[in-house]
Nanobody, 123 residues
């Protein structure tokens, strides 16, 4: 599985962006999918995830109510809609996929990673 993220950019605080991550391969429907981010000088952190079974979602507290993760299995794509962006959301955002149970606390357990896309929020 190869993942290709896009949609990053520069936006003012309060603005919105939608990240997309397209996946190759024919196992997309059975993958748990997620987004992590990494700001300069900080650890990579979990942002959001959506499960293959039932489509349940998880979010880190910092983005709840502002970000929405979704998936389109027909297009092999996962999205991250980001609203009410804040300067502290500035980071490189990575999409990821797991063939087993998605563990937000352990990014080493992810099976696949896309190249990151830069999101910069100006104040």
């Amino acid at each position: 599985v190869q993942l290709q993220a896009s949609g990053g950019g520069l936006v003012q605080a309060g603005g919105s962006l939608r990240l997309s991550c397209a996946a190759s391969g024919d196992t997309f429907e059975s993958l748990d999918l997620g987004w992590f981010r990494q700001a300069p000088g900080k650890e990579r952190e979990f942002v959001a995830a959506i499960m293959w079974s039932g489509g349940s979602t998880q979010y880190t507290d910092a983005v709840k109510g502002r970000f929405t993760i979704s998936r389109d299995n027909d297009k092999n794509t996962v999205y991250l809609q980001m609203n009410s962006l804040k300067p502290e959301d500035t980071a490189v955002y990575y999409c990821t996929a797991s063939e087993s149970d998605f563990d937000p606390s352990d990014y080493y357990s992810m099976d696949y990673w896309g190249k990151g896309t830069q999101v910069t929020v100006s104040s």
